[in-house]
Nanobody, 121 residues
């Protein structure tokens, strides 16, 4: 009964910024690691950024220096701040999270429905 809902996508000009949000709800004991993925038309889904429960982060080379991933554990929400956007960033962005429903739960992966980001050139 875990739901992940992305928001914040839209149309932006080259060089602009967007902030994506991923809100988790449902049967949540704790969220372990979370990440943002994206998929452009005709391309495979790729990892953009990850953040662990301990706050450690990792970025794809294309995102490093431009994107920042963050999370608010009290709100069960994750963010992706995207700056200096270019046409190559156009894709559907998906939220992913490993969620434990109880202390004894090993956790399982959940996906959001995706939010479209389009960068005009």
């Amino acid at each position: 009964q875990v739901q992940l809902v992305e928001s914040g996508g839209g149309l932006v000009q080259t060089g602009g910024s967007l902030r994506l949000s991923c809100a988790a709800s449902g049967s949540i004991f704790t969220i372990v690691d979370m990440g943002w993925y994206r998929q452009a038309p005709g391309k495979q889904r790729e990892l953009v950024a990850i953040i662990t429960s301990g706050g450690r982060t990792g970025y794809a080379g294309s995102a490093k220096g431009r994107f920042t991933i963050a999370r608010d554990n009290a709100k069960n929400t994750m963010y992706l701040q995207m700056n200096s956007l270019s046409a190559e960033d156009t894709a559907v962005y998906y939220c992913n999270a490993n969620v434990r429903s109880s202390w004894s739960d090993a956790g399982r992966t959940h996906w959001g429905q995706g939010t479209q980001v389009t960068v005009s050139s």
